[in-house]
């Protein structure tokens, strides 16, 4: 229904005032036509709402800049002197990638830094703060093609040389720098892996919130802390880079500010050929609730605008596609002339020069003047309320030269021949001389370590707080807990049936309490925290949320009700994974990013973790990130009921190619203790390691035993695999009685706790039960031992185990039959391969052929091909338990 319809339904008190209105604007259309009318009207509108009019949000404004030229703040720095270091980055970022392709094709890209060296330079001088300054500093998202400039930019101050930016991604045998912002590679530098593209917006976002959080809850004042994304136009078609914008507008993260570089170019040609990108964007951000600010052109562009008195020009530019406007940045002022000024536009061009078109309508754009990208900056720290988002245009490859600017090629051209770096040379203006441009490697350039550009640069560094990009991590160990709550689990859960989840979900609450370290749990789950029986830590830890509680929740009078405050514990993100781990992922890297260590745990339906957001998994170990991952309902036969999309078969199969990742499958309660505090130790002792936990847990209820009191047992849990429980005397005791070994993880070890039972008293064959926490750590600690030459830790606890290895899980057979190499015995696995079904478990595990009678008929079939029992034998016990005889 359209708002005129809306209005008609409402009483009007004076009728005859809005016909006069309304013949009003009859009248203008009449006398200066649809074009003046619509200006006069943004104008009434413009007014009103600067005299406090409530009037709804104007989706996209004309495709002008937000701020004009008469309304720019002074410039704060010496804009010469910028624009000459500007010019050796801009030099030193395009040597750096053509030497590498140069000597080994080594690729690197030259044209997106070419197109936003202005919009980080003028924010490395006069906006981004260094970790010295007041709380934290900035958090800076810097885009990951961009990252040739930001190294020429190290390389200038002084804090990389020449020999490190000639190993631009030559990483092997150390000292190289790496292709992208990389924690990880580069930790004293990068802070925020960001070139898989669209991750960066999302982390953007969810770090400013937690940058809140971290205040509201008393552990850190971050008020004075920004975090600054940087991004391209093309990258915002990722859905991540817009699935939360409604978050930062209803919080109101009024610290986060994204600086979108509006190129106009994806990888291979126009962003919205047929379109206008920063039209596009404008839309999204404001509907969404945002700040913006639009930066399409510069100074150059003022005289034509001004001269537009019937706003031809204005209509012009704001249907004017997209992929014209590349192309006149690349054609000369003819061209321009005969495209876009036409017909009654002709008289405005007529002043001009065919060269001053070209200049002008080509390449005078916003963000490749300092002023104007000031003039935005400024605006977006001093709005308040709402985060900001500045659209900036550029060409992209500016100053790379005509060969380059604006074409469809140049994300993919590697290096510039001597002849293009004497052009570039030229229109940088940069004293170096043609001798050094021959035909061998064509030189970095520095004007000197005592030059009035290093000392300017150094001197901005230093009022804003020190060298930026940074990450500094400052060691500060925790505290160990008290081993009261580990002692809860190792002791059983006697008489009373609990699922691992509960268990998990106990211990947390237990450490929660513990006073030095319980106040930096950070709890984050995807809305259903009340399915993995979280609602118990709703009105102790309470769940965050800016504005506290503003209505009574409709559960207050009971016991458990749903607790909001402003310095609430737990985040409850609502349904969505990937905001989740970005959220999850600010949490796990507070101990660089703000000195203060956090333990944070995100709990979710195991098949919604690494299955959907596994590239931020990645970007979370990229980052260094420390905490628990918790996949809980997992394997493909405990939560049947949900049916195919629900049954997780293979988490732990993607979870085990995340080297940071130490991924665990606890088979009991005393196990997801020793695993929680062994992490504990590992992340957050006195020698902290950057890794993080993933562990799965189910929801299926048993009774927890204790833990056996055999000596290696804790070491097995940790190390991935231990005898649990030994065949049965009277079957193991017996002369020339069968013997094999049984492994398994997770709820998987029930099942064949009962086909042990029934392989002896059914068969007479020995068994022994092997619980194995953790296949991806057996594994990698055997690749890790045959490098060494050591034997590994799984073939030393087999050793002299008799009879075959027979592995089972709640998971596929890849994920045990890591280990197979490994195994001294015959192997075989069972597993759950396939798709998942609906129906109750009992079932699901009779059709996945895992349930402990399969796995006694299976185990029977292995012996009887060793020659270990009667071939017949299998058959007998198929039938024995209604099974199908296969042979």
């Not at 631009?168 to 070139?195: C, D, I, K, N």
């Not at 040609?269 to 047929?274: A, D, F, K, T």
């Not at 605008?305 to 596609?321: K, M, N, S, V």
């Amino acid at each position: 229904m359209s708002l005129h319809h809306q209005l008609d339904q409402l009483p009007d008190p004076d009728p005859q005032e809005v016909a006069e209105w309304l013949a009003s604007v009859d009248g203008a259309v009449g006398a200066v036509g649809p074009q003046r009318t619509a200006r006069l009207l943004r104008r009434v509108v413009d007014h009103a709402r600067r005299a406090g009019v409530p009037l709804p949000p104007q989706s996209v404004t004309p495709y002008v800049n937000t701020i004009p030229t008469a309304a720019e703040p002074a410039y704060p720095g010496d804009e010469a002197l910028e624009a000459r270091i500007t010019a050796w980055n801009r030099w030193n970022a395009a040597v750096m990638v053509t030497r590498g392709n140069e000597r080994g094709g080594l690729g690197g890209h030259m044209a997106t830094y070419a197109s936003a060296a202005w919009l980080y330079e003028v924010g490395f001088q006069h906006f981004f703060k260094g970790k010295d300054a007041d709380g934290s500093g900035d958090q800076l998202y810097l885009q990951g093609h961009a990252s040739p400039g930001v190294y020429a930019r190290a390389f200038l101050e002084g804090r990389l040389n020449e020999a490190e930016l000639d190993r631009f991604r030559m990483e092997a045998g150390g000292g190289g720098l790496p292709s992208y912002p990389h924690p990880r590679r580069l930790p004293w530098l990068w802070e925020f892996p960001t070139v898989s593209m669209g991750l960066g917006p999302l982390s953007a976002i969810y770090q400013a919130r937690f940058n809140r959080y971290l205040q509201h809850r008393g552990i850190k004042d971050t008020g004075r802390s920004r975090v600054w994304a940087f991004l391209g136009d093309g990258e915002m078609d990722e859905p991540e880079a817009t699935a939360a914008l409604s978050l930062a507008a209803r919080e109101e993260l009024d610290n986060l500010t994204f600086v979108v570089n509006c190129n106009l170019q994806r990888l291979d040609g126009p962003v919205r050929g047929n379109f206008k990108i920063m039209q596009e964007l404008e839309a999204q951000f404001r509907a969404a609730g945002w700040n913006v600010v639009k930066v399409p052109w510069g100074a150059e562009w003022d005289g034509l605008l001004a001269a537009d008195a019937d706003g031809l020009l204005l209509d012009a530019l704001d249907t004017l596609p997209d992929g014209q406007l590349q192309t006149f940045a690349a054609r000369d002022g003819a061209y321009v002339r005969e495209h876009l000024f036409t017909g009654a536009l002709a008289g405005l061009a007529r002043p001009y020069g065919d060269g001053d078109l070209a200049r002008i309508v080509g390449t005078s754009r916003g963000g490749h003047e300092p002023r104007k990208i000031h003039a935005a900056y400024r605006a977006a720290l001093e709005h308040r309320g709402a985060p900001t988002v500045v659209l900036v245009q550029t060409v992209k490859g500016w100053t790379l030269g005509p060969g380059f600017e604006s074409r469809n090629a140049n994300h993919q051209m590697k290096k510039l021949s001597g002849k293009e770096f004497r052009v570039m040379r030229d229109l940088l203006g940069l004293p170096i001389p043609d001798a050094r441009l021959g035909e061998g490697l064509v030189p970095y350039a520095h004007p000197g370590a005592d030059s009035e550009e290093v000392a300017y640069l150094r001197e901005r560094r230093r009022a804003l707080g020190g060298p930026a990009p940074a990450r500094r991590v400052v060691a500060r160990p925790l505290p160990a807990p008290s081993g009261k709550p580990f002692a809860a689990l190792a002791k059983g859960s006697g008489t009373q049936a609990i699922a691992t989840t509960m268990a998990f979900v106990r211990l947390v609450k237990d450490l929660m309490r513990e006073p030095e370290t319980g106040p930096r749990w950070v709890p984050v789950v995807p809305d259903e925290a009340r399915t993995f029986g979280m609602e118990s830590l709703f009105p102790s830890a309470g769940i965050y949320s800016p504005k506290g509680q503003t209505y009574e929740p409709v559960d207050r009078d009971q016991l458990l009700y749903y607790k909001e405050s402003t310095d609430g514990q737990i985040l409850n993100e609502g349904i969505t994974e990937a905001g989740s781990l970005a959220s999850f992922t600010a949490a796990a890297t507070s101990y660089a990013t703000h000195g203060e260590p956090m333990i944070p745990f995100y709990i979710f339906y195991s098949m919604f973790g690494w299955q959907r957001t596994a590239d931020q998994f990645w970007a979370l170990a990229d980052q260094l990130g420390r905490g628990f991952v918790v996949g809980a309902t997992a394997g493909r036969t405990t939560m049947t009921g949900e049916g195919l999309q629900h049954a997780d078969g293979h988490s732990h199969l993607i979870a085990s190619t995340n080297p940071a990742c130490l991924p665990y499958d606890p088979a009991f309660a005393y196990e997801v203790g020793v695993i929680v505090r062994e992490g504990l130790r590992r992340m957050h002792g006195d020698a902290p390691e950057d890794v993080f936990y993933y562990l799965t847990v189910y929801n299926e209820t048993k009774v927890q035993p204790p833990m056996p009191r055999a000596e290696g047992v804790e070491e097995g849990i940790l190390r991935g695999l231990y005898r649990y429980r030994p065949a049965a005397a009277d079957a193991a005791g017996s002369t020339g009685a069968p013997r094999l070994q049984l492994l398994a993880s997770g709820t998987a070890i029930h099942w064949i706790l009962r086909a042990q039972e029934l392989l002896a008293t059914d068969w007479n064959v020995a068994a022994d039960v092997w619980s194995a926490p953790s296949w991806t750590l057996l594994r990698r600690d055997a690749m890790e031992a045959e490098a060494l030459g050591r034997t590994p830790y799984v073939t030393e606890a087999l050793a002299g185990a008799p009879g075959p290895v027979l592995a089972v899980s709640d998971w596929m057979r890849a994920v045990p039959d890591q280990i197979a190499p490994w195994v001294p015995q015959q192997w075989t696995s069972m597993g759950t391969d396939g798709f998942g079904l609906s129906d109750n478990r009992d079932n699901a595990r009779r059709h996945f052929g895992v349930d402990a009678e399969s796995i006694a008929v299976h185990a029977l079939r292995t012996l009887a091909g060793r020659g270990d029992v009667d071939p017949g034998l299998p058959g007998l016990a198929a039938r024995h338990y209604g099974l199908p005889d296969r042979g």
